[in-house]
């Protein structure tokens, strides 16, 4: 018999799958998030990696290294750095991260109105350079973004899709898993609605080891963890100081990526187009969706109670009128 060390047996694997297909996955943005997402998809190995800024040596310098990490990753794909559209030709997904968080006397109105400019610079790139891509954007406020993005491209709603849910069900997950004393491994958590003030996280539908925290907790811990879960990203802010997340925020771009790219069919929580769905109409918001290849293949509605469904609907209606009011759709 043939034995295999496994760790050949993984190189194998990878260089089969490399050569053969040569994957691109395109990484817009080579800031914390972009170059995070990038490598934590190195990590995958599950295809070469543009990763592409405005500012060509910076996402150079980056991509080089990483690319010298390759042996500690065990990784052979190409990691190229570019300000170079012509460079993402090709790629099946395009994770798009560029853009500015709020700086010190920004108003909410000038960071949409700077961040949908730079929205519109890179959707005209995608538009022409990968036509066939779906969009994952990471870009805030990810639901004005995602769907500002969509209309840019002019590329079906279902190919265009918004990192929100994982990262905001990734931050209940935690908490959970430390009111629980538990893996964090055993824990699902689902988050809904807008990613800012207005998300809607669902005890109900949070599982640990397939059992409702609402089984397991109390209602004032269980109030405590959504409440710190919806501020998740401005407690982050605050300890920095000077910037906001960016790990697990690229980490869940990364596995959207992942589950698009490798058709995994994976139920999670994602900024998606509704049209009629939960009772709204012609806005991006965070729902449960089955995301592969196709990029958002099925929306599904679950059966909410009337407090829950109230508040997904205030979300969604207040990203619709800031649709209208702020980039004029
Ligand atoms: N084209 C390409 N890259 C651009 C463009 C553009 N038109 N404009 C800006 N960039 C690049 C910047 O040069 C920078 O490297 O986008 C990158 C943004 O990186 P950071 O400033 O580090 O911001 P980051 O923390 O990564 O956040 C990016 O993700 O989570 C959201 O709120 C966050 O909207 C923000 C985005």
New binding site residues.
Partial sequence: MLLIDGRVLAKITEEILMSNHRRKIAV???????ATCAFVLAQMKIADIVL????EG?AKGKALDMSQNGQVLNYDGTITGTSDYNDIAGASVVVV?????RQPGMTREDLIAK?AG?VK??GEGIREHAPDSTIVM???PLDLMTYHMQKVTGFPAHRVCGQAGVLDSARMTHFVAQAVGCSEEDVQAMVLGGHGDTMVPLPRFTTVGGIAITHLLDEETIDAICKRTASGGGEIVKLLER??A?YA?GSAAAIMAEAILNDRKRLIPASAHLTGQYGLDDVYIGVPVILGASGIERILELELTTNELESLQGSGNFYKSQLKELLGY
């Fill in positions: 817009i943005g080579a800031g914390n998030v972009g592409l800024d405005i500012y910076f991260t560029s853009g500015f968080p961040n730079i610079q890179v990471v870009t805030n910037g906001s960016f925020p």
